[in-house]
Nanobody
C-alpha cells in the first residue's frame, strides 16, 4: 500500500497551497481519508477527514474556514486545499487511510500513512 502526498512547499502568510495524496489501495473508495500534521517538537494532530463517498467532512478548529478536504474516488486521490495560511500552519502534512469504524479525528483511527509533505509558511 502506498500513499503518495505532494503539493507542499514554501508560501508566504496569506497564501494558498493544495495538497494531493494518491493512494494505491483497492479499498480506497470505502475508507475514510484524513490529513494530519506534525510540527517540530509537537505531536501529530488532526486537520481534516472525509467520508468514503465524500459526503461528510470534518475539520479541526484551526482549519475551519480556511481549509477544504475533498476526494476523487475515480482517481484514488484526496486533496487538502489550504487558504489564508499562517506561520503556525508550518508542519509536515500526512495523509492517511482510515480503519473501518474508527474515529476519524484520532491518529489511532488510521491504518495506512503517507510519507508526508512539508509545508512552510513564512511571515
Amino acid at each position: 500500500v502506498q500513499l503518495q502526498a505532494s503539493g507542499g512547499g514554501l508560501v508566504q502568510a496569506g497564501g494558498s497551497l493544495r495538497l494531493s495524496c494518491t493512494v494505491s489501495l483497492r479499498t480506497f473508495n470505502i475508507r475514510i481519508m484524513g490529513w494530519f500534521r506534525q510540527a517540530p517538537g509537537k505531536e501529530r494532530e488532526f486537520v481534516a477527514s472525509i467520508s468514503a463517498n465524500g459526503g461528510s467532512t470534518s475539520l479541526s478548529d484551526s482549519a475551519k474556514g480556511r481549509f477544504t478536504i475533498s476526494r476523487d474516488n475515480a482517481k484514488n486521490t484526496v486533496y487538502l486545499q489550504m487558504n489564508s495560511l499562517k506561520p503556525e500552519d508550518t508542519a509536515v502534512y500526512y495523509c492517511a487511510a482510515g480503519r473501518p469504524g474508527a474515529r476519524p479525528t484520532e491518529v489511532i483511527g488510521y491504518e495506512y500513512w503517507g510519507q508526508g509533505t512539508l509545508v512552510t509558511v513564512s511571515s
